[in-house]
T-cell receptor, first 109, second 116 residues
Framework: GQNIDQPTEMTATEGAIVQINCTYQ??????LFWYQQHAGEAPTFLSY??LDGLEEKGRFSSFLSRSKGYSYLLLKELQMKDSASYLC??????????WGAGTKLIIKP | DVKVTQSSRYLVKRTGEKVFLECVQD?????MFWYRQDPGLGLRLIYF???????EKGDIPEGYSVSREKKERFSLILESASTNQTSMYLC???????????????FGPGTRLTVT
């Protein structure tokens, strides 16, 4: 079956760096996505990786290794507003999106 | 900015009622999606549509139907609501594969449906 794993919850300190991991097993691969979802709100797009390597966008970076079925989202200079759930999703060989359950990130002062 | 709106933020219905959830997008997107989101589970696709009057089943279509009579509007219908359909329902849209940002989905604020 197809599966995406990410930690359920993580805690980090304001100003620090946190890495949220995502591993996947899918039938084919056509890209990996990270979305941010604040409590009670809609998910919003953060990043898209289709080739191996690191994509940097401001304080957020996303890494992909297709051979390992692995990605991470790196958040630097954490701010209280970064407290949210972070959703990993993979587009499989049929171009269907498979979603992970999300990682709830708690930022402490 | 892309805007996806949903008809209600909160809805309470009784078992057996017919429920309509409406979604409207204003960016002329070809693709529209209905998901449900439950604690501890990933987003699960109910139905999607890639054109007017076209629909495709997602992972969990049982107990649901959809309607897309106009490009901007995608409706989710619960024919006979049951308690196990209590959930957060999210609508999303995305442009066609020929668009530069074809891969990005834009979500509505969600409808929290409670069936009693």
């Amino acid at each position: 079956g197809q599966n995406i794993d990410q930690p359920t919850e993580m805690t980090a300190t304001e100003g620090a760096i946190v890495q949220i991991n995502c591993t996947y097993q899918t039938s084919g691969f056509n890209g990996l996505f990270w979305y941010q979802q604040h409590a009670g709100e809609a998910p919003t797009f953060l990043s898209y990786n289709v080739l191996d390597g690191l994509e940097e966008k401001g304080r957020f970076s996303s890494f992909l290794s297709r051979s390992k079925g692995y990605s991470y989202l790196l958040l630097k200079e954490l701010q209280m507003k970064d407290s949210a759930s972070y959703l990993c999703a993979v587009r499989d060989g049929n171009y269907q999106l498979i979603w992970g359950a999300g990682t709830k990130l708690i930022i402490k002062p | 900015d892309v805007k996806v709106t949903q008809s209600s933020r909160y809805l309470v219905k009784r078992t057996g009622e017919k429920v309509f959830l409406e979604c409207v997008q204003d960016m002329d997107h070809e693709n529209m999606f209905w998901y449900r989101q439950d604690p501890g589970l990933g987003l699960r696709l109910i139905y999607f549509s890639y054109d007017v009057k076209m629909k495709e089943k997602g992972d969990i279509p049982e107990g649901y139907s959809v309607s897309r009579e106009k490009k901007e509007r995608f409706s989710l219908i619960l024919e006979s609501a049951s308690t196990n359909q209590t959930s957060m329902y999210l609508c999303a849209s995305s442009p066609s594969v020929t668009s530069g940002s074809w891969y990005e989905q834009y979500f509505g604020p969600g409808t929290r449906l409670t069936v009693t």
